[in-house]
């Protein structure tokens, strides 16, 4: 598992959106092969 891995600058990541809201997202790793699992980051404003 230690072989496929790297360190992302998530400013480096292109902004995507939940199918169910309006939220951009980064998803900062492939599909990790399991039922959706993947880990992503989410920004949000103070007050959102």
Do not use: H, W, Y
């Amino acid at each position: 598992m230690g072989e496929n891995f790297a360190i992302v600058d998530p400013a480096d990541v292109p902004k995507t959106s939940f199918q169910t809201c309006e939220t951009e997202v980064k998803k900062l790793t492939e599909p990790l092969g399991a039922t959706e699992l993947r880990a992503n980051q989410v920004l949000v404003d103070p007050g959102e």
